[in-house]
């Protein structure tokens, strides 16, 4: 499937709160999340796309091999599927997707940078 995104519907992008990735909200619905679906479960549910992505992000990443990318090993992006990653994305997962997340073995970093501020 094509990432091209046609003028005027560039508001209906949002980005995935685990993993960074952009698409249309309409794609996130259709399809779920290339890299989290197994976690977030996200295709036919508008009130997960709702709770797990963010219409709030912050520059844009595309990654055509992101296996041998700096870039993604920079923005922990590595092992992900080629595409358009955020560097940053805007919002908080509600308490049961973390809890989820955490029984399935996933170590959530959140991906607006709260992270390297608790480290500091």
Not at 75 to 90: E, S
Request: charged letters at 20%; proline letters at 7%.
């Amino acid at each position: 499937m094509s990432n091209y995104v046609p003028p005027g519907q560039a508001r209906q992008l949002r980005a995935c709160m685990v993993c960074s990735i952009v698409m249309l909200q309409s794609r996130f619905l259709r399809e779920g999340c290339p890299n989290c679906e197994a976690y977030l479960d996200l295709a036919g549910h508008p009130d997960s796309v709702q709770e797990c992505t963010s219409q709030v992000y912050e520059g844009l990443i595309t990654l055509a091999d992101p296996g041998t990318s700096w870039v993604a090993k920079w923005q922990r992006l590595d092992g992900y599927v080629p595409g358009v990653y955020a560097v940053k994305v805007v919002g908080v997962l509600p308490e049961e997707v973390l809890h989820h997340l955490e029984d399935s073995g996933v170590k959530y970093v959140p991906r607006d940078g709260s992270s390297q501020d608790e480290d500091a």
